[in-house]
């Protein structure tokens, strides 16, 4: 009988505990926090490479046209993503005889060759810092390598108030693997082993990527916009745009900037449901708008709305497929 009391009281102790809540020895740990989009600011990024002439110097050059998105995983690098595009026709060596002849046939092909591109497939740590494997694409010619960097800083506010991460890294590729050979006289040897130009090339990166203040953003048409719907309310504003431009070709003349110069301010003081009005109504005005549609995703995100963010960002690789921004959020958000 007392036995029987045990149990029956154990029972009902489980039968309490579990209502009051207690996690279950199989519950699943919450998911990560989605990592933040960090834009690569080319302007204060180096994509430069270095080469040995008829072993005697080296030429170095650099690509000025660099594009691409970083999502940043806040304490875990390894669940970070990369994606950049570089102009080819962007080459630089100081010498305009010698870039022309780069963007040629004979080595670039920048016309049938527009880009070179790198998208990371993972990010792994290593005993001198962090490598990042990924698909590299040059000259129609892909191939998976591996490169390796460091972080030179984390998150830091700038003096404009971004936040900008920087990031260094290297490694040696084989012109020839990648079909950039040159005429023949350019891969002639001069004495036994000083090649005209050498095969190896060593590439040299420095990249500042950064997440915009917007606060600090102005321009005279998007101020004035802001300036509407501050006054009379998010709704009433997009509906006098509207009507002035809906139908009318003159809606293509306002820049994009300016609606994301709202839409951003408004999502920055912490008013993302407005920005979803104000992208929204935007978008059924000027529906080909892609980086508004792109934030209008992002905003989506900010207010837990992924399936939405998921569908526009979809609509905007299909419509602008080097949105690398749109890509790499694909990439990230959990399947719906």
Same mark, same amino acid.
């Given at each position: ?34 990592? +933040? ?16 002439? %008829? ?69 792994? +740590? ?94 005279? %048409? ?70 508004? +549609? ?43």
């Amino acid at each position: 009988m007392r036995l029987g009391r045990v149990v029956t009281r154990a029972i009902a102790l489980g039968i309490t505990v579990a209502s009051i809540g207690v996690p279950s020895l199989h519950a699943q740990p919450p998911a990560p926090p989605l990592p +933040r989009r960090f834009n690569i600011d080319a302007s204060h990024s180096s994509v430069g490479f270095a080469v040995k002439f %008829m072993g005697l110097s080296t030429v170095r050059g650099a690509f000025a046209d660099v594009a691409g998105t970083i999502m940043y995983a806040e304490g875990d690098l390894t669940r970070s993503t990369v994606n950049v595009i570089i102009d080819v026709a962007s080459i630089n060596t100081n010498s305009r005889t010698r870039d022309q002849h780069l963007r040629s046939p004979d080595f670039f092909d920048a016309a049938k060759y527009p880009t070179i591109t790198f998208r990371s497939t993972r990010i792994t +740590r290593t005993p001198a810092g962090l490598a990042v494997r990924g698909t590299f694409t040059m000259h129609g010619v892909t191939k998976e390598l591996d490169v390796p960097f460091v972080q030179l800083n984390a998150p830091v506010p700038d003096a404009w108030g971004n936040s900008r991460a920087t990031f260094q890294g290297g490694l040696r590729v084989s012109r020839k693997e990648y079909g950039i050979k040159g005429t023949a006289f350019w891969n002639g040897e001069f004495d036994p082993g000083r090649m005209a130009v050498s095969d190896d090339v060593d590439i040299e990166l420095l990249v500042s990527a950064n997440v915009p203040n917007p606060l600090r953003w102005t321009h005279p %048409m998007g101020d004035s916009l802001l300036a509407s719907v501050e006054a009379d309310g998010v709704a009433d504003a997009v509906r006098r745009f509207k009507g002035a431009y809906a139908g009318s070709p003159r809606v293509d003349s306002v820049p994009e900037f300016a609606f994301v110069l709202v839409g951003e301010k408004l999502a920055a003081k912490g008013r993302a449901a407005d920005a979803i009005t104000f992208y929204e109504g935007i978008l059924e005005t000027r529906p080909a708008a892609g980086a508004v +549609r792109q934030l209008l995703g992002e905003a989506y995100v900010k207010t837990g709305q992924l399936a939405r963010a998921r569908r526009e960002f979809e609509r905007v690789v299909r419509e602008f497929p080097e949105s690398t921004a749109a890509a790499e959020w694909l990439r990230v958000l959990p399947a719906t």
